[in-house]
């Protein structure tokens, strides 16, 4: 039996072990990752990782960006959830990772696509009180420029109460944030831009497990899980990362609210307004204050426009737009028009058919195989 002292040496041995392996691996994926570089180009070369972004300036589809790294973006990840064997249906963590917190495993493999970004994780549930301090402290102060808000929240969670949390932050500090989800059955999902105080927000018009107050841990049975297709996923998270860049550099139509069914390929949209009686208090203050923005916005008069006289200049060749079809023609292919109620008229009408000018035979009743008969015998 070892003593206690053998086993914490041995634990000191084991984590002397690991950083050994870490500093390891961090030397191999260093020799195989590229370079930071120090400004985007738009220069067309196979070398260019931003060359495909930068062409959306020059197709017309993006006004104006310009971005000079290592700037180019910061993400914040938030999650206390560890990666397990069953999220490798994700098509994003790997079965290496297994046992890693989802925020470090996530870093790790986003740091190897684009070093550029710039990346801070925090392995804790933002549910709790302390967390969620830290958390609304982070949102308001962790933006690009230190002491700055951050420019959007993204919500990727599987549960009401961490979009509770969320919406709550959100709320109170007044920041935009996009909500997605994917159904228990993998066969739905959808994404919505909620605007603070314009847009209503998660508990405006919340689903009956919120509104009830029903605790949705006592929902789960023994021995069923939520359904997860990484088709689904993959398709509500395009859809979210379209919508974040279309909000971010300023181009397309944002989506208020896009769903997606997967079983029909039904996309529904709409938008929904905040509800007057949230039952969340800075949702109504948010409200209030959106209403005075709106007052105080000078209001645009439309100007309609006359339409002048059209004038034509000389017509020194005698040029003159004349229909292919005769009078005659037209009236011939015109049918009778029914009898309609007033303001009700016809797209279109069937012409009379044409009667045959020619011979006609007498109908008769000597059947197919006598006449070939009397063929014969011509």
């Known amino acids: 039996m070892a003593t206690v002292e053998e086993l914490k040496l041995r634990v000191r041995e084991l984590e002397n072990e690991l950083i050994k392996c870490k500093q390891r691996q961090s030397a191999a994926e260093d020799a195989h990752n590229r370079p930071k570089i120090d400004q985007m180009s738009a220069e067309v070369v196979d070398s260019n990782p931003y060359s495909r972004l930068m062409a959306l ?3 017309g589809i993006v006004d104006d960006y310009e971005f000079s790294p290592p700037s180019v973006l910061q993400l914040l990840l938030f999650d206390y ?13 790997q079965p290496h990772q297994a046992g890693l917190s989802k925020v470090e495993a996530a ?6 696509i684009n070093p550029d970004v710039a990346f801070e994780t925090h392995n804790y549930n933002i549910t709790t009180l302390a967390n969620f301090t830290h958390f609304m402290d982070r949102i ?6 230190e002491g700055k808000p951050v420019d959007l929240i993204l919500s990727c969670v599987d549960n009401f109460e961490a979009r509770m949390a969320i919406n709550t932050a959100c709320n109170e500090l007044g920041q935009i944030w996009m909500e997605s989800g994917v159904s228990e059955n993998a066969v739905s999902g959808h994404i919505q831009l909620i605007i603070p105080g314009e847009t209503a927000c998660f508990a405006c018009a919340p689903p009956l497990v919120v509104a009830a107050n029903i605790d949705e841990k006592t929902l789960k049975r023994e021995g069923v899980c939520a359904a997860s297709l990484p088709t689904t996923m993959g398709v509500v998270a395009g859809l979210l990362v379209q919508n974040v860049l279309k909000y971010l550099l300023k181009f397309g139509t944002v989506s208020y609210y896009l769903g997606y ?10 938008a929904m307004k905040a509800n007057p009686q949230c039952n969340d208090r800075h949702c109504r203050r948010q409200q209030e204050e959106y209403k ?8 645009v008069e439309v100007v ?7 004038v034509h200049e000389d017509n020194e060749w005698g040029i003159e737009l004349v229909s292919e079809v005769t009078d005659a023609e037209l009236q011939a292919a015109t049918g009778a028009v029914p009898d309609l109620p007033e303001g009700i008229t016809v797209a279109y009408t069937i012409p009379a058919e044409e009667t045959g000018s020619g011979e006609t035979v007498e109908e ?10 009397q063929m014969r015998k011509l």
């Open 364 to 373: 008769s009743e000597v059947s197919l195989e006598d006449l070939m008969a």
């Open 57 to 59: 300036k020059r197709m």
């Open 140 to 145: 308001s102060h962790g933006g690009l420029e």
């Open 304 to 310: 309609q426009e006359e339409e002048g006289e059209i």
């Open 261 to 270: 069914n997967a079983m029909q390929d039904f996309f529904p949209m709409m």
């Open 292 to 299: 005075k923005k709106e007052a105080e916005r000078p209001k």
């Open 81 to 93: 959830d560890k990666v397990e064997l069953a999220n490798m249906n994700r098509l994003f963590f």
């Open 107 to 112: 870093e790790h493999t986003l740091r190897n």
